[in-house]
């Protein structure tokens, strides 16, 4: 099946400070989404992008498809955004089922 | 828009009962939903696809028979785990996917403890 790893694994960050996530699949997709995952356990949806640029506020992401990688920058870093953050990927062709990635914990930091 | 609802938010249940957990699309109609699992530190795994109307579509490994899942309507999916045992403590999430849109939306997640 399609393999999706993120990078890095584990984030820990001054309050302010700018990241880069990194979100790296083995196959053709037709749906990419990021999430953000809160201490609760609650999936936020951050952006659905299976190719191209968005920004929301203080994130923005990246897809290369033709590349088979995503990107999710976060600016200005607050204590809020710590948590658990996902990329998860749809397969041309697989149904509408979503493979979730390996996952990047983040933690901000006073 | 897109509010998935799902309940309980939590559950105790001793070895060998069953638990149904609910899942809601509020303010959209959703052909399809999905039930995911997720162990502590580890990421989500889809359990199974729920189509309205039909018969639900198990990934493989996942046992039918002990999680059922019913989607009798656009607006709510269940899925019950019989005679649940402490292994199948998880938390366990739901997304619904609405008509003609690519994107899932997720619930607030199930945490299951079975004693």
């Known amino acids: 099946g399609i393999q999706v790893e993120q990078s890095p694994p584990d984030l820990i960050l001054q309050e302010g400070a700018n990241s880069t996530l990194r979100c790296n699949f083995s196959d053709s997709v037709n749906n990419l989404q990021w999430f953000h995952q809160n201490p609760w356990g609650q999936l936020i949806n951050l952006f659905y992008i299976p190719s191209g640029t968005k920004q929301n506020g203080r994130l923005s992401a990246t897809t290369v498809a033709t590349e088979r990688y995503s990107l999710l920058y976060i600016s200005s870093s607050q204590t809020t955004d710590s948590g658990v953050y996902f990329c998860?990927?749809?397969?041309?062709?697989?149904?509408?089922?979503?493979?979730f990635g390996t996952g990047t914990q983040l933690k901000v930091e006073l | 828009g897109a509010v998935v609802s799902q309940h309980p938010s939590w559950v105790i249940c001793k070895s060998g009962t069953s638990v149904k957990i609910e899942c809601r699309s509020l303010d959209f109609q959703a052909t399809t939903m999905f039930w995911y699992r997720q162990f502590p530190k580890q990421s989500l795994m889809l359990m199974a696809t729920?189509?309205?109307?039909?018969?639900?579509?198990?990934e493989q490994g996942v046992e039918k028979d002990k999680f059922l899942i019913n989607h009798a309507s656009l607006t709510l999916s269940t899925l019950t785990v019989t005679s649940a045992h402490p292994e199948d403590s998880s938390f366990y999430i739901c997304?619904?996917?609405?008509?003609?849109?690519?994107?899932?939306?997720f619930g607030a997640g199930t945490r299951l403890s079975v004693l």
């Open positions: 998860a990927v749809g397969l041309t062709g697989g149904g509408n089922k979503l493979t």
């Open positions: 729920s189509n309205e109307g039909s018969k639900a579509t198990y």
């Open positions: 997304s619904a996917r609405p008509s003609a849109k690519n994107i899932q939306y």
